[in-house]
C-alpha cells in the first residue's frame, strides 16, 4: 500500500513540475500512438493509395498536390477540412492517404476532444505528423468554448493554458465533419485546404462495390458479386461507400447461410438482404419510408417541418434522411413548408409498410 501512495506521489510531482495535472486515480489510460506505414491501414480496409480511391477527382488532386507541394518545401501539410453532409463518403479514407502518400504518423480521434486529451495525444507526435479530427463539430458540444483551444493549436502550434504556452509539435489538423457549420468561423478559416465532395456516380458506386467485394467474397474463396448485383446493391446503398460495405457483408452471410440464391445470369437476390437492412431497392430505409408515409398519410402529402418532428418521434430533426428524400425528388420545400412531389407520392404507394 506505501508503495502505491509513493509511486502516485512520484506521478503527481513529475506532472506538476512538468506544468500539467497529476493524474485521478482510476485514470491513466494511455493516448493513443500515431500509427506510420503499412499500420495506418490496420483494422481498417479500404484503399490505401490514390489510385485505389474511386472518385472524388476534384478532393484527389487538391490533397495529392498539396502534399507533393508540402515534401517539397519541406513543410508540414496545410490544415485540411473534409466536409460533407453526407455519412460515409470516404473522408477517414482521405485521411489515411494523405498522412501515408506524405510518409508521417496519424492519429485518429472521434468525438469531443478535450485540451488536456489533445496535449497527452500530441506529446507522443512529432513534425509532420497528422491528428485526424473526425466529427470534429462535436467538439462544441456543450458549447463553442470547448473548442477554444484549438485555434491557437492550428494557428501558432501551441496549447493555452495557466502555465502559459505548451509547444506542439508542428503537426496538420485534418478535420472530418457531417456538419462543418456548427464550428467557430476562426477555426473554419485556419483550414487552408478545404476540398469539394462530390457524390458518387452510379458507375463509381458500382466500382466501389466491385473492389469491395473482391476483399469481403473473395478473401474466403466465394464466388465475386456480379456487376449487376454490385450495381443493384450500390443503389440501395444510396452510393455510400460504408453503406455498400455494410450491405457486401449482410450478402455474404445470407449466401452462406443459403439464404440469397444466384439466378442463370449469377445476379444474386437481394431481397434477404435488403430486408435485413431495412432498405427498399432505391435506397430508402425505415426513417425515409415513414417521412413519407407520414407526409401522405397523416397530411395529406404537405405538411411543416414541426409536424414531422412531432409524428416520427426522433430525439432530433432528421435532416440527413431529408437531404436524402431532397436528392432523390421525393420531395421539395417551400414556403408553405415540406411536400411529396408527383414522384415521391409514387414511391410512397408502393411502400410496403
Same mark, same amino acid.
Given at each position: 500500500?506505501?508503495?502505491?501512495?509513493?509511486?502516485?506521489?512520484?506521478?503527481?510531482?513529475?506532472?506538476?513540475?512538468?506544468?500539467?495535472?497529476?493524474?485521478?486515480?482510476?485514470?491513466?489510460?494511455?493516448?493513443?500512438?500515431?500509427?506510420?506505414?503499412?499500420?495506418?491501414?490496420?483494422?481498417?480496409?479500404?484503399?490505401?493509395?490514390?489510385?485505389?480511391?474511386?472518385?472524388?477527382?476534384?478532393?484527389?488532386?487538391?490533397?495529392?498536390?498539396?502534399?507533393?507541394?508540402?515534401?517539397?518545401?519541406?513543410?508540414?501539410?496545410?490544415?485540411?477540412?473534409?466536409?460533407?453532409?453526407?455519412?460515409?463518403?470516404?473522408?477517414?479514407?482521405?485521411?489515411?492517404?494523405?498522412?501515408?502518400?506524405?510518409?508521417?504518423?496519424?492519429?485518429?480521434?472521434?468525438?469531443?476532444?478535450?485540451?488536456?486529451?489533445?496535449?497527452?495525444?500530441?506529446?507522443?507526435?512529432?513534425?509532420?505528423?497528422?491528428?485526424?479530427?473526425?466529427?470534429?463539430?462535436?467538439?462544441?458540444?456543450?458549447?463553442?468554448?470547448?473548442?477554444?483551444?484549438?485555434?491557437?493549436?492550428?494557428?501558432?502550434?501551441?496549447?493555452?493554458?495557466?502555465?502559459?504556452?505548451? &509547444? +506542439?509539435?508542428?503537426?496538420?489538423?485534418? %478535420?472530418? #465533419? /457531417?456538419?462543418?457549420?456548427?464550428?467557430?468561423?476562426?477555426? !473554419?478559416?485556419?483550414?487552408?485546404?478545404?476540398?469539394?465532395?462530390?457524390?458518387?456516380?452510379?458507375?463509381?458506386?458500382?466500382?466501389?462495390?466491385?473492389?469491395?467485394?473482391?476483399?469481403?467474397?473473395?478473401?474466403?474463396?466465394?464466388?465475386?458479386?456480379?456487376?449487376?448485383?454490385?450495381?443493384?446493391?450500390?443503389?440501395?446503398?444510396?452510393?455510400?461507400?460504408?453503406?455498400?460495405?455494410?450491405?457486401?457483408?449482410?450478402?455474404?452471410?445470407?449466401?452462406?447461410?443459403?439464404?440469397?440464391?444466384?439466378?442463370?445470369?449469377?445476379?444474386?437476390?437481394?431481397?434477404?438482404?435488403?430486408?435485413?437492412?431495412?432498405?427498399?431497392?432505391?435506397?430508402?430505409?425505415?426513417?425515409?419510408?415513414?417521412?413519407?408515409?407520414?407526409?401522405?398519410?397523416?397530411?395529406?402529402?404537405?405538411?411543416? &417541418? +414541426?409536424?414531422?418532428?412531432?409524428?416520427? %418521434?426522433? #430525439? /432530433?430533426?432528421?435532416?440527413?434522411?431529408?437531404?436524402?428524400? !431532397?436528392?432523390?425528388?421525393?420531395?421539395?420545400?417551400?414556403?408553405?413548408?415540406?411536400?411529396?412531389?408527383?414522384?415521391?407520392?409514387?414511391?410512397?404507394?408502393?411502400?410496403?409498410?
Amino acid at each position: 500500500m506505501a508503495g502505491i501512495r509513493q509511486q502516485n506521489l512520484a506521478e503527481a510531482i513529475a506532472a506538476i513540475r512538468a506544468g500539467g495535472v497529476a493524474p485521478k486515480a482510476g485514470e491513466g489510460k494511455p493516448a493513443p500512438k500515431p500509427k506510420r506505414g503499412d499500420a495506418i491501414f490496420e483494422n481498417v480496409g479500404g484503399p490505401r493509395t490514390w489510385n485505389e480511391y474511386v472518385g472524388q477527382r476534384r478532393a484527389k488532386g487538391q490533397m495529392r498536390a498539396a502534399v507533393a507541394s508540402a515534401k517539397f518545401r519541406k513543410q508540414r501539410v496545410d490544415h485540411i477540412l473534409i466536409a460533407s453532409g453526407v455519412p460515409g463518403v470516404g473522408k477517414s479514407a482521405l485521411a489515411r492517404i494523405v498522412a501515408a502518400e506524405y510518409g508521417g504518423g496519424i492519429v485518429e480521434v472521434q468525438g469531443a476532444l478535450s485540451q488536456d486529451e489533445a496535449r497527452a495525444i500530441l506529446s507522443g507526435m512529432q513534425d509532420g505528423d497528422f491528428l485526424f479530427l473526425d466529427e470534429i463539430h462535436q467538439l462544441v458540444v456543450g458549447g463553442k468554448s470547448k473548442a477554444e483551444w484549438l485555434l491557437p493549436l492550428m494557428q501558432d502550434g501551441v496549447l493555452l493554458s495557466a502555465q502559459g504556452e505548451w &509547444k +506542439a509539435p508542428n503537426v496538420t489538423i485534418i %478535420g472530418a #465533419s /457531417t456538419n462543418a457549420a456548427e464550428l467557430p468561423e476562426a477555426i !473554419l478559416s485556419r483550414f487552408v485546404i478545404k476540398p469539394v465532395i462530390d457524390m458518387y456516380s452510379e458507375e463509381e458506386a458500382t466500382d466501389i462495390a466491385e473492389g469491395m467485394a473482391a476483399s469481403v467474397f473473395g478473401e474466403i474463396g466465394l464466388d465475386l458479386p456480379t456487376r449487376a448485383t454490385c450495381a443493384a446493391l450500390a443503389e440501395a446503398a444510396n452510393h455510400s461507400p460504408r453503406d455498400i460495405g455494410s450491405m457486401l457483408r449482410l450478402l455474404r452471410d445470407a449466401e452462406i447461410a443459403g439464404m440469397a440464391e444466384r439466378d442463370e445470369n449469377g445476379d444474386s437476390d437481394l431481397t434477404e438482404m435488403l430486408d435485413w437492412a431495412g432498405r427498399t431497392p432505391t435506397g430508402l430505409d425505415d426513417l425515409a419510408q415513414r417521412y413519407l408515409a407520414t407526409m401522405l398519410v397523416m397530411f395529406g402529402g404537405r405538411t411543416g &417541418k +414541426a409536424n414531422i418532428a412531432s409524428v416520427l %418521434g426522433e #430525439s /432530433t430533426y432528421p435532416y440527413l434522411t431529408e437531404q436524402l428524400l !431532397l436528392q432523390k425528388g421525393l420531395i421539395s420545400i417551400d414556403k408553405g413548408g415540406r411536400f411529396l412531389t408527383e414522384a415521391g407520392v409514387k414511391a410512397t404507394l408502393e411502400l410496403e409498410m
